[in-house]
């Protein structure tokens, strides 16, 4: 069911291609137990998409999913897409004060839950409600006036009153959908930490989304066979598992197994029983498997492991590689990329610590300060060129590639005479923690918000398991530090996504400053490498 000319132009259409070319195949299994074969999961797309229809969300509208890794997940997604709607995943462990600002950010119309993610989002419904009904609450006034009270459907859980059930919005049979004739259009809303401030929704199109798909199928060799069992830890609601993984599936017509998190012994036992071969993991996940006994048997199966979303040191590549003779592949990525720009396996030869090649169909410069090509073997702001790019941010579409389709992301590289990229900095002051973006503004704002405290600076010091973690430096004059301390840890747990949280909070009298009065992180990070070192008392 391709939309006009014979082209795919809907993530969507890649299941019905799947469904009548295998509609017998396994599609996707959770590990728990529960499957839905190609033509089974192309039903179900089409009954959401059409109840979504007559529940009254059309083409523009957002639908925004708090769902972990399930089928309802997946079908849901897919349903929005067919229904020409706009999905809006977002991880559904946030806290309410972080949902009530995403579902009033993009307006979403309904919001589908499900039994971990309920209670909280009830909340944000009820936060949205107060300040577009009554004017209650402290969000943005701009938000406010985006906002609209979503409908609130509920997977697998106990309805309240005027909420309406997974299967409620499933339409008995699917009605054709008029294929998607504009590629152009708005797929996705996916929040990230942009190059300020709060989380941004970058605008993902179908166009960029299937072009992604298609640049990662042209790599030899190929990351995902048709053949391939492909485990599904990634959380979907990220772009990585969302895209890299969900969307190469979908293309390659392999097999996907849902995994609702991950847990270093149960993951392994998961891909010995479902004999996954291509395992799609974050860089934490090698330190949680490293000291594991008979890791190589627990492998057996796997034939590729594929690395994203944060860099991998090249030394854990190594112990890793030698403990299991499993070939390890990284690649760079970014949400506004949809996500994968680079990857090992497009490389002339493997190096260490190069996160590898441009992708087909994807181009790679570096610029300095003033936007020249930096001299000799310099590092540079690294830009990227592609259809895989997003449309800027939502919801004006500001800061999207230039007029010639260049997009600055923002880290700091440099390429080596075969192509390959080596990541060295971030311009940003983003903080990766376990792959998922942490912006310091938004910590810091939540730390301010805590009584006897006057300023605070959030930084990111590496971390063994989860990459990076997040420090925060607080200054609270003459009160007690230990006090401070536990205040700003409740304060920020129920403010903040777990892994948002300071690992580690200092109560300092100063924080150090430049003559005009910003603070001076770079000298919290020397401190860090410091204490790492063990210079430090």
């Not at 090649?357 to 936007?371: H, K, N, Q, T, W």
């Not at 009298?509 to 770079?522: D, F």
Request: proline share 7%.
């Amino acid at each position: 069911m391709p939309g006009a000319h014979g082209r795919t132009t809907d993530v969507a259409d890649l299941v019905a291609e799947a469904a009548a070319e295998s509609p017998d195949r396994l599609a996707v299994v959770e590990a728990g137990g529960r499957s839905l074969t190609w033509a089974e999961l192309e039903d179900e797309v089409g009954r959401i998409a059409t109840g979504l229809g007559a529940a009254g969300v059309v083409g523009g509208h957002r639908v925004l999913l708090a769902l972990g890794n399930r089928l309802e997940f997946v079908t849901t997604y897919l349903g929005v897409l067919r229904a020409q709607a706009v999905a809006v995943p977002v991880n559904p462990r946030a806290t309410s004060g972080e949902l009530t600002r995403m579902i009033a950010d993009s307006g979403a119309r309904m919001v589908v839950a499900d039994p971990d993610s309920v209670v909280v989002v009830r909340a944000a419904v009820a936060a949205v409600r107060a300040a577009v009904e009554q004017g209650e609450g402290d969000l943005d006034p701009a938000l406010v006036a985006r906002a609209v009270v979503p409908r609130l459907v509920v997977v697998g859980a106990t309805l309240q009153p005027g909420e309406r059930s997974y299967d409620h919005l499933r339409a008995d049979t699917a009605r054709p959908v008029p294929p998607l004739q504009d590629p152009e259009k708005l797929a996705a809303l996916l929040y990230t930490s942009g190059t300020s401030g709060l989380p941004r929704a970058a605008m993902l199109t179908h166009r960029a989304l299937l072009a992604n798909i298609d640049q990662v199928a042209e790599v030899e060799p190929p990351m995902i066979h048709g053949d391939d069992v492909v485990l599904g830890v990634l959380p979907l609601f990220h772009v990585y598992g969302l895209n890299a993984v969900l969307g190469g599936v979908l293309r390659h017509r392999a097999k996907l197994v849902l995994v609702e998190r991950f847990d270093p012994q149960e993951t392994l036992s998961i891909i010995d029983d479902e004999a996954c071969s291509v395992v799609p993991v974050a860089p934490p996940v090698f330190a949680y498997w490293l000291p594991v006994e008979d890791l190589a048997d627990h492998l057996g199966p796997v034939r590729l492991i594929l690395s994203g979303s944060a860099p991998l040191a090249p030394e854990m590549v190594e112990r890793f590689t030698e403990l299991t003779r499993i070939p390890v592949h990284q690649g760079y990525g970014l949400t506004e990329a949809s996500p994968v720009v680079t990857s090992t396996l497009c490389s002339e030869v493997n190096q260490a610590g190069s996160v590898g090649a441009a992708l087909p169909g994807i181009d790679l410069r570096l610029v300095d300060e003033s936007g020249r090509a930096p001299e000799g073997a310099d590092p540079g702001e690294i830009q990227v060129r592609g259809a895989n790019l997003f449309s800027g941010y939502w919801p004006d579409g500001a800061g999207g590639p230039d007029g010639e389709g260049w997009w600055s992301t923002g880290d700091v590289g440099y390429l080596d005479d075969s192509g390959d990229l080596f990541l060295v900095d971030r311009l940003k002051e983003l903080v990766i923690v376990s792959g998922f973006n942490v912006y310091p503004v938004e910590v810091e704002d939540v730390i301010e918000e805590v009584d006897g405290v006057s300023d605070a600076a959030v930084i990111g010091v590496d971390d063994e398991r989860t990459g990076e973690a997040v420090v925060a430096y607080v200054r609270a004059p003459g009160a007690d530090p230990a006090a401070i301390e536990a205040a700003v840890r409740e304060h920020c747990a129920v403010r903040l996504a777990r892994f948002k949280q300071p690992a580690r909070i200092e109560v300092v009298e100063e924080l150090p400053r430049t003559v005009t009065g910003k603070v001076q992180k770079g000298r919290l990070r020397g401190i860090e490498r410091r204490r790492n070192l063990g210079l430090l008392e």
